[in-house]
């Protein structure tokens, strides 16, 4: 099977149970007003889930889920893993024994019995009849929500949004589970005072008799011995082939200072390092969508399978030497020497949340720098060109703002701008060249304004350029602040450095061009050659920033 696409299917039916357990817990929410609200509430749940199609997709993504939670037991090499990783799958195969009694004495019960699965009949069983089921259920509800939260959690913490929109997942995280809670514990309290009433427990049971709950127990037993048989199953066969992998096909990894380690033959470095318990970083868990796991190799490279297409591009994206490899991809076949190349103490930057760690996404960078300025602060006094700077600092960084970009780099008298970090490439494009007129027009008012005190007016020099780079937070202690890194960002200083070249206000490559719905025929084109790249950058070239034409959108190129 191949796990990317593994993965995705277990996504998506998580995404099924997790909707199906979100509505769920909002009925039992309504237990707070009352019994009859929780029943209004069912039979609009009802309307929604107890159809064919999504019968079918609901248990369906059950028994899936289910399934592929065994397969990935049966697949992992070692069972050391991260905390987070390990409380994650115990919970997941935690859930169907509990939740067998629960599925088999409601929904089986109705189908096979026609004994109605209502809020009275359930809440009776949990809180009159039988109290230990409803502390079970109560537990199981925890169990399935923590785990449900924690896969959201996992697949979306490497999305450039996520960080913002966290506080709100968790506020919704605490809360549905919270309000289900409490509606439970309201709605059983009124279930057991009606059972009081002489009458009331046989009428909300009419057709629950001692003969269908012992066949609804003996159906719910079964279900469990065969999960409990897969999974002791799946435990045996990982037993087997582990032991007669380390029998028959094992390899060694030579790590610094000399240990030693011998995994069976399929192992990748990263669990071969996990399985000795020696501490190597791994931000992404393993699945090859970073590269703080890469080790270099330091004999046997030879003897190693190439890497595949998903390795080499990351390995080229980082600019790798020729020895070195992604840990968690590298299986070695035979004997191998490997020296991690980051500190596994790096890797605590998973704790310190997704800004911290660097998110990859397609963003928009600016470089902007004054013209002569090093000359006319020469015959400046210092607080003189203090004030200038920050008075020019302050034209351009509210042009900036006022498109929709990041300031984020004051350096001398040039300054870094990010677009598109929230609104996509395509806008940060439109975004950048309304800041980049807003930076002109700034600069013009501040030449006129100081123009007496001027020996000439001041220039304004700005690049542009599009393309993948990391986002974060960067620095230290104190010390840290949002900017990017990568061969966009160069790209970008490297464009702002030619119009020197051109004797022009601004240069952007084709690629912004093209992202913003420019039109740009009316400016010259020039390839310009940079250090490191084979291929060169096309760019415009325009001498006035005032004469391009209106962007749809850009809120502010007009």
Not at 170 to 175: H, Q
Not at 338 to 367: H, K, S, T, Y
Not at 490 to 515: G, N, P
């Amino acid at each position: 099977m191949n796990p990317p696409a593994v993965r995705s299917l277990r996504l998506g039916c998580g995404l099924i149970l997790l909707t199906y357990l979100t509505t769920h817990f909002l009925n039992h929410a309504l237990g707070i007003v009352s019994l009859d609200a929780m029943e209004a509430g069912r039979a609009w749940f009802l309307l929604l889930w107890r159809n064919p199609v999504a019968t079918g997709a609901l248990y369906g993504a059950l028994i899936t889920h289910a399934l592929l939670g065994l397969w990935a037991l049966g697949r992992r090499r070692t069972l050391r893993m991260p905390a987070w990783e390990a409380a994650q799958l115990v919970l997941g195969l935690t859930i169907p024994p509990l939740l067998t009694a629960h599925i088999v004495g409601n929904r089986l019960a109705h189908e096979l019995y026609g004994i109605s699965d209502s809020y009275a009949r359930v809440l009776l069983v949990y809180w009159v009849t039988s109290p230990w089921r409803g502390a079970a259920q109560a537990v199981l509800l925890l169990i399935a929500w923590i785990h449900g939260c924690m896969g959201i959690h996992f697949w979306l913490r490497f999305r450039p949004w996520y960080p913002r929109a966290a506080v709100w997942f968790l506020g919704m995280a605490v809360a549905v589970p919270v309000l289900a809670m409490a509606g439970f514990v309201q709605g059983g309290l009124e279930v057991a005072e009606l059972a009081r009433t002489p009458g009331w427990m046989r009428s909300a049971t009419p057709r629950d008799t001692a003969l269908t709950r012992a066949a609804m127990t003996s159906v719910a037993e079964s279900i469990v011995a065969v999960y409990g048989g897969l999974l002791v199953l799946t435990l045996g066969v990982r037993g087997a082939r582990a032991a007669y992998l380390r029998g028959w096909r094992s390899v060694s990894l030579t790590y610094p200072g000399g240990r030693v380690v011998r995994v069976p033959i399929g192992f990748t470095v990263l669990e071969a390092s996990r399985h000795a318990g020696l501490p190597h970083a791994s931000v992404c868990g393993g699945r090859g969508r970073c590269s703080t796991c890469r080790v270099r190799i330091a004999g046997g490279l030879d003897a190693l399978p190439p890497p595949s297409e998903a390795e080499r591009r990351v390995l080229r994206r980082v600019g790798a030497a020729p020895d070195v490899r992604l840990a968690c991809q590298l299986r070695p076949a035979h004997g191998v020497a490997v020296v991690p190349l980051l500190a596994a103490r790096d890797a605590l930057a998973a704790v310190l949340g997704q800004e911290r760690q660097g998110v990859e996404q397609e963003i928009v960078v600016v470089f902007a720098d004054l013209r002569g300025f090093t000359r006319m602060a020469e015959k400046r006094l210092p607080y003189d060109v203090v004030y200038l700077l920050n008075r020019y600092f302050e034209a351009v960084g509210s042009a900036i703002e006022r498109a929709g970009g990041i300031a984020n780099q004051f350096t001398g008298d040039g300054v870094m701008a990010l677009f598109g970090v929230e609104s996509g490439p395509e806008a940060g494009c439109r975004q950048a060249l309304a800041a980049a007129r807003g930076m002109i027009a700034g600069v013009d008012s501040l030449s006129r304004e100081l123009g007496g005190d001027l020996p000439q007016p001041l220039r304004l020099g700005i690049g542009i350029h599009v393309g993948h780079a990391v986002v974060g937070r960067m620095g230290y202690g104190d010390s840290t602040y949002f900017t990017a890194v990568g061969d966009t960002v160069h790209v970008a200083a490297r464009l702002e450095q030619a119009t020197k070249d051109y004797a022009c206000e601004l240069v952007i490559s084709d690629d912004v061009v093209t992202r913003a719905g420019l039109d740009a025929a009316a400016f010259p084109r020039h390839e310009v050659a940079l250090r490191n790249r084979a291929a060169p950058v096309v760019v415009r070239v325009i001498d006035q920033v005032a004469s391009l034409p209106a962007v749809e959108g850009s809120g502010g190129v007009r």
